[in-house]
């Protein structure tokens, strides 16, 4: 009926299945995300803390001290290979002449030859690798005169002898090259930590800048807390010492045995002279600069000042800090006497000359000059007394 067929809903065609419109939306879901996560930025690593950064200055500082001694010791082992190769070459030289001479005598002998008109066999000689084998091959040496077999006999050692002498030139020739390129490879070491070390700092804001400085100001105070409380234990031990010697002296004028002095007598009285020295040197070198590699007068790296400040009291000390701290008397920290060598770090790359009071002098790092500055400023490897 016409009527009916007007209330007809029509038919639709979109599908009411639940299943198919939930895939479908997660579907896109999935698809979204992905996008997203394709287009996001990677996190930047965290910014590190002034902390960290002061830390990290530290370390490359120390490892440029440890590439500074290897430097050291590279520069001393190409200075003295140098020296070894110009001697040699010298002695070459030298012995070269002197083969020429025995030549020229050799020569003399085959000219007379040929006048007497037997060039051949003499003459020969002149031209051979060995002439006291040709003689030998040829039977010609029970035909020549004494005179003549010790012209042969001394050209034939002088020959061998700048053979040697030109082998060992060669061969240390060698050395020095090898010698050479360490000292280039650890040269490009210390500039390159000096130069991470710089590039770190350079990058500080003026605020970070400013927390670095408060930081190093609390690390000094520290350092200087921990210097005076060893001044007042050395006060007390001097005063302590000063009452055994009056106490002695009171002892001896009462005809009474007396106990010897502690850390008294010649041997404590030479040292005491040597470090004042040592120490009077030290002294007038504050204010030059730290150069890495250098011994003065004009700078010093750390080695190289209590090298030359020691010199100065009559004592020689190897060039580095790993030799250094193998050479005289182990001491305790507690037993510093004024002059003795304080190492620092695992790696012993740092030395400073112990002034007393808990204090040292010693050329820090590069940008600094050498200075007054606490031993606790730096962790303490050990000390010796070097004379």
């Not at 042969?152 to 020739?173: F, H, I, N």
């Not at 507690?334 to 009071?357: E, T, W």
Request: aromatic residues 6%; hydrophobic residues 35%; contains cysteine.
């Amino acid at each position: 009926m016409p009527v009916l067929a007007s209330h007809r809903k029509p038919r639709s065609t979109r599908s009411h299945s639940p299943a198919v419109g939930v895939t479908t939306a997660a579907l896109a879901g999935v698809t979204l995300l992905t996008t997203q996560s394709a287009q996001a930025t990677p996190a930047a690593p965290p910014k590190p803390t002034v902390e960290e950064i002061q830390k990290k200055v530290d370390d490359l500082y120390r490892q440029a001290g440890t590439a500074t001694q290897e430097y050291n010791r590279a520069k001393e082992t190409t200075d003295q290979q140098r020296r070894k190769v110009d001697g040699l070459l010298d002695d070459v030289a030298k012995r070269t002449d002197e083969i020429n001479e025995s030549r020229r005598a050799l020569g003399s002998y085959a000219a007379a030859q040929y006048r007497a008109g037997a060039v051949g066999p003499t003459a020969a000689l002149i031209f051979a690798d060995s002439p006291q084998s040709y003689f030998d091959q040829t039977h010609l040496m029970d035909r020549l005169t004494e005179r003549q077999r010790s012209a042969v006999t001394d050209y034939e050692g002088k020959r061998l002898a700048a053979a040697k002498q030109r082998a060992e030139a060669t061969k240390s020739l060698e050395t020095l090259t090898e010698s050479q390129a360490t000292l280039r490879t650890t040269k490009q070491t210390v500039q390159r930590k000096l130069g991470e070390a710089r590039t770190l700092l350079a990058r500080l804001t003026a605020e970070e800048k400013a927390r670095l400085e408060e930081l190093e100001r609390k690390r000094q105070a520290e350092a200087r807390r921990k210097a005076e409380a060893q001044a007042k234990a050395e006060a007390e031990a001097r005063a302590a010492e000063a009452e055994r010697r009056r106490q002695a002296e009171a002892a001896q004028e009462q005809q009474q045995p007396a106990q010897p002095p502690a850390n008294g007598g010649s041997s404590g009285s030479t040292y005491a002279a040597k470090a004042e020295k040592a120490l009077s040197f030290a002294r007038a070198q504050i204010g030059k600069p730290y150069v890495w590699g250098a011994t003065g007068p004009s700078s010093y790296d750390c080695s190289g000042l209590t090298q030359a400040a020691w010199k100065a009291a009559g004592v020689d000390l190897p060039r580095t800090t790993w030799d250094q701290v193998e050479v005289g008397t182990r001491v305790a920290t507690a037993d510093l006497l004024p002059g003795d060598l304080v190492f620092f770090y695992d790696d012993i790359s740092h030395v400073g000359l112990y002034i007393g009071g808990g204090k040292m002098i010693h050329a820090p790092k590069p940008g600094a000059n050498v200075r007054e500055e606490s031993i606790y400023y730096m962790p303490i490897y050990g000390s010796i007394r070097p004379a």
